[in-house]
């Protein structure tokens, strides 16, 4: 059978196309649980759901358990559905034994059972025997995680199906700041969505004020501040990150930090930067662009390089490489003191 976008699977799942084996792998989980949880909910009636649909977990069943379970016909019902989560736990699914007894099954699948495997966090390889046989005889999605430049597309374009306008700095604070995590910015979506009205429009305050990113004490602030060379503004940020440690622990700070530096560095090596360019990097909205071309003017290639080392460094001394007995606010304080001041030579820090 062809493979399936997550676009396409839902699809022919709302029109009620069910197929008699799905299997939903891959890195991004959101995806194989929207699938998995809409033939749950959506296939069978509450009334029918009682004797006909079973939901198993990988670590407590075993594949023969699973296939006696495909096998049943459905009672007073048109179709049995069979779902097992978290399938990658299943215990000796990789085995010869394994991949013999469900060749037998997805050669001649029941009819009116809908069996589905969530197979999260990786994938099955193609070129053995089990990945074959789900090629060749499941309906196969494959959940890839989205890559940073691609979440404030994916948040637009999942609003607009929402139906809820989002303006230009809230996509991209969400974007920053939740990362490709899709599941967990749905669900800060939701919290959002359930302190607004209708067709209110999210905006970037409501995501500073329900997200719990403080308006003037957060990564972001810090980032402009060090474009800027805001010294006061950076020092008063990074002496409230070390005094609330909880709200701003050091290594997603860091890791906002790194991907700044990264992009930028990126964008020197870009004379002329075309729309697909900046597209590429995930810098689409106009008042990013205009921070990262004032942060081209402040850090140079060759200082921007330095900076990157300099971040890597705080990274190794957050898990106690070379730390001493640092915590993590003078971590972060001598990194941005190394920032914005140039004429400390990086090379006697680095080595």
Do not use: C
Not at 18 to 26: D, I
């Amino acid at each position: 059978m062809p493979a399936l976008s997550a676009d396409q699977l839902m699809q022919q799942l709302q029109k009620r196309q069910f197929a008699p084996v799905y299997f939903l792998q891959g890195e991004e989980p959101y995806y194989i649980d929207l699938a998995s949880d809409f033939i749950e909910k959506n296939v069978l009636s509450e009334a029918d759901k009682g004797f006909n649909q079973v939901v198993l977990y990988g670590k407590d069943t075993d594949v023969a358990t699973v296939l006696g379970q495909a096998r049943r016909f459905p009672m007073m019902a048109e179709r049995t559905v069979v779902i097992v989560k978290e399938a990658q736990n299943l215990p000796g699914l990789d085995t010869d034994n394994a991949a013999t007894l469900l060749e037998a099954y997805l050669k001649n699948p029941l009819p009116s059972t809908v069996l589905v495997f969530g197979y999260k966090h990786k994938t099955l390889d193609g070129r053995k025997k089990l990945g074959k046989l789900m090629t060749e005889h499941a309906v196969l999605l494959t959940s890839d995680k989205l890559r940073d430049y691609q979440v404030p597309q994916w948040l637009q374009a999942t609003m607009k199906q929402r139906q809820r306008p989002i303006h230009d700095e809230a996509v991209q604070l969400l974007s920053e700041y939740i990362g490709a995590d899709l599941g967990r910015l749905l669900g800060e979506i939701q919290k959002i969505e359930l302190n607004l009205k209708p067709g209110e429009p999210i905006d970037a305050a409501t995501v500073q004020r329900l997200v719990g990113i403080s308006k003037d004490y957060n990564i972001f602030e810090l980032q402009k501040a060090l474009v800027t060379r805001d010294i006061l503004k950076a020092n008063r940020i990074v002496q409230h990150f070390a005094a609330n440690p909880k709200d701003n622990p050091l290594i997603p700070n860091l890791t906002l930090l790194f991907n700044f530096f990264l992009r930028l560095l990126q964008l020197h090596t870009l004379p002329n930067p075309t729309a697909a360019d900046w597209k590429r990097l995930g810098i689409a909205h106009a008042f990013a662009q205009k921070e990262y071309q004032q942060a081209q003017r402040v850090f140079n290639y060759q200082r921007t390089r330095d900076i990157i080392r300099l971040i890597r460094r705080a990274d190794l001394q957050s898990k106690g490489v070379d730390s001493g007995s640092m915590e993590d606010g003078e971590i972060l304080q001598e990194l941005v003191f190394m920032i914005l001041h140039p004429q400390v030579p990086v090379a006697a820090v680095l080595g």
